[in-house]
C-alpha cells in the first residue's frame, strides 16, 4: 500500500524551514527517507524503526509516530543544495521490498 | 557507506534488441536486490526482487519473460530487456541492503528507438 505524502511541492527561500510528510493507515515496520535530484538516483537520507523515534544529522531530522503511522522529515535553514524530490519508502514487514510515496518536490530559492 | 554500481549508466538501443544492465554492491554483500523503474516526474514503482541463488520474484503486472532477472552472485545481479520497445524507455534503479537501509545504484536511462 502506497504512503501518502504531502505536500506534493514546496518553495522555500534560502534559510527557510520545511516539514514533509508521509502516512499510512496501517503500522509500519520502517520508514526510509531519500532525496533524489534530477537524472540522477536516490540517496539515503536515514531510516526510523522505532516508534516515537526521532533522529537527524547536520539540519535534516525526522520523526516516527508512536503508533509507527506516519513520519515526518524537518528541514531547517534550507540550502540551496537542499532542492530535489523527497521520496518515503515504507516497509509492512523486515527485509521486505520499499514502497514509496509519489514524492514531494522541494525548490530552495536563493 | 555501501556503494552501488549500475553498468552502463545509459544506453540507446533499436526496437527488438535486448539490453542488459548490471548492479553490483561493491563493498557489501546482499541476498537480496531490488529492481526499480522510474518514469520522469514519478515516483519509483517496485518490478522485481532478486534473491540471490533463486528466481526472482516479480510485482503484478511485470512481464518475467520480458524482463529477465538473474542474481549469480552475493554481490551482482543482472536485468535483461528482451526485444525491447520504445515503451520500455526509462530510468531503471537497482538497490541493494546490508542491513536495514537499501543503497540505491546510480540508475541506468534506457531510451529504445
Known amino acids: 500500500q502506497q504512503p501518502v505524502q504531502s505536500p506534493q511541492a514546496v518553495i522555500l527561500r534560502e534559510g527557510e524551514d520545511a516539514v514533509i510528510n508521509c502516512s499510512s493507515s496501517k503500522a509500519l515496520y520502517s520508514v526510509h527517507w531519500y532525496r533524489q535530484k534530477h537524472g540522477e538516483a536516490p540517496v539515503f537520507l536515514m531510516i526510523l524503526l522505532k516508534g516515537g523515534e526521532q533522529k537527524g544529522h547536520d539540519k535534516i531530522s525526522a520523526s516516527f509516530n508512536e503508533k509507527k503511522q506516519q513520519s515526518s522529515l524537518y528541514l531547517t535553514a534550507s540550502q540551496l543544495s537542499y532542492s530535489g524530490t523527497y521520496f518515503c519508502g515504507t516497509e509492512n514487514s523486515g527485509n521486505t521490498p520499499l514502497v514509496f510515496g509519489k514524492g514531494t518536490r522541494l525548490s530552495v530559492i536563493a | 557507506g555501501a556503494v552501488v554500481s549500475q553498468h552502463p549508466s545509459w544506453v540507446i538501443c533499436k526496437s527488438g534488441t535486448s539490453v542488459k544492465i548490471e548492479c553490483r554492491s561493491l563493498d557489501f554483500q546482499a541476498t537480496t536486490m531490488f529492481w526499480y523503474r522510474q518514469f520522469p516526474k514519478q515516483s519509483l514503482m517496485l518490478m522485481a526482487t532478486?534473491?540471490?541463488?533463486?528466481?526472482?520474484?516479480?510485482e503484478q503486472g511485470v512481464e518475467k519473460d520480458k524482463f529477465l532477472i538473474n542474481h549469480a552472485s552475493l554481490t551482482l545481479s543482472t536485468l535483461t530487456v528482451t526485444s525491447a520497445h520504445p515503451e520500455d524507455s526509462s530510468f531503471y534503479i537497482c538497490?541493494?541492503?546490508?542491513?536495514?537501509?537499501?543503497?540505491f545504484g546510480p540508475g541506468t536511462r534506457l531510451t529504445v528507438t
Open positions: 538497490s541493494a541492503s546490508p542491513k536495514y537501509e537499501q543503497y
Open positions: 532478486s534473491n540471490e541463488g533463486s528466481k526472482a520474484t516479480y
